[in-house]
């Protein structure tokens, strides 16, 4: 369902991956990125942001957190039907986003292990659960973390689970047979952070030449 105005089918995005490092970790590099891009736009731009009429998100680190667990939860409590293991739909962050005056950046932690890729780390507390988080700008997904699985057993295991055949990532996987450390990373996507600092509602207006499923040439 990529018809929509916050999807693209062509996007740019800015990839971190961090060796001896734990979702925690990259989650204070993305925010640390993020208010280091608004800080330097507000010192060297002000004639465009003025001539745009943009105001830039006004944000203070360390961002908020939420576990996917206290967003389940409030959803239910404003009779909303959402189970354990459901991803959030646009309505149900929009809600969210409003009942806990949510209006710039966020992140929801803690998802269940089940609707994240493969290579996404359990929590060792609580298998159910992993090590991963999306920074969100209101009900906009801006950009999805996690520690990831540095043992090849375990993403054999979590491929299996999945009902991924094995044998089409073996490229993937030979890099684990030299051992690989512990890491975690992020992927933001470009044109959607572009959305979150100028107000914009189409995320067709933040990409030079946008790709979507009508549209493959300039």
Known sequence: PSRTNRHLSEAISIDTEMAFADYNDVMQLLEKLIFHVL????????????????????????????????????????????????DFSPHALKLITSKLNLDSFYFITDWPASIKPFYVKPNSEFEAKSE??????????????????????????????????????????????????????????LERFLMSITGLDNIRDASLYPRDIDRLAP
């Open 132 to 189: 991963s988080f999306d920074l969100m700008f209101g009900p906009l997904e801006i950009s999805s973390g996690s520690t990831r699985i540095n043992r090849k057993s375990e993403l054999v295991d979590r491929m299996r689970k999945q009902g991924l055949n094995i044998q089409k990532f073996d490229y993937h996987l030979k890099v684990f047979d030299y051992g690989i450390p512990p890491h975690a990373g992020f992927g933001m996507g």
């Open 39 to 86: 800080d330097s736009i507000r010192k060297n731009n002000n004639e465009e942001l003025d001539s745009a009429e943009i105001v830039l998100p006004d944000i203070k680190i360390p961002l908020p957190r939420y576990s996917y667990d206290e967003i389940l939860e409030s959803l239910r409590v404003a009779d909303e039907n959402v189970r354990y293991g459901d």
